[in-house]
């Protein structure tokens, strides 16, 4: 799973401390094995988050779990838009899916 977000300038720091929070959560779940926060360089409001699961029944695991509608809930709140993007080509040769959220405010 990879998150890409642009999140808005005044909400950076929050931004910031609800991954770092989200992160720790979910490298308790099940079948995780690790999670990366990026930051671009060129522009300090866009950051991607890269999860490497073991199988896709963990992943669709999480995504039914309240750690993941609360993830969702943080990015259209602290973000101008963002996408999570779901590659299973990764694991076996199904279709990518996607997700993008997209905050109006």
Same mark, same amino acid.
Not at 36 to 62: A, C, N, S
């Given at each position: 799973?990879?998150?890409? $977000?642009?999140? %808005?300038?005044?909400?950076?720091?929050?931004?910031?401390?609800?991954?770092?929070?989200?992160?720790?959560?979910? %490298?308790?779940?099940?079948? #995780?094995?690790?999670?990366?926060?990026? @930051?671009?360089?060129?522009?300090?409001?866009?950051?991607?988050? #890269?999860?490497e699961w @073991?199988?896709?029944?963990? /992943?669709?695991?999480?995504?039914?779990?309240?750690?993941?509608? #609360? %993830? %969702?809930? $943080?990015?259209?709140?602290?973000?101008? @838009?963002?996408?999570?993007?779901y590659d299973? /080509?990764?694991?076996?040769?199904?279709? /990518?899916?996607?997700?993008?959220?997209?905050?109006?405010?």
């Amino acid at each position: 799973m990879t998150v890409v $977000a642009k999140v %808005l300038p005044e909400k950076r720091d929050e931004f910031l401390d609800a991954m770092h929070s989200l992160q720790k959560e979910r %490298l308790l779940e099940q079948g #995780i094995s690790g999670s990366q926060m990026y @930051e671009r360089r060129e522009d300090p409001t866009r950051f991607f988050v #890269i999860d490497e699961w @073991e199988t896709d029944e963990d /992943l669709q695991r999480y995504f039914g779990k309240e750690g993941f509608r #609360i %993830l %969702l809930g $943080a990015l259209r709140t602290l973000c101008t @838009e963002a996408e999570v993007k779901y590659d299973p /080509l990764r694991r076996g040769g199904r279709d /990518l899916g996607s997700t993008t959220l997209t905050n109006q405010k």
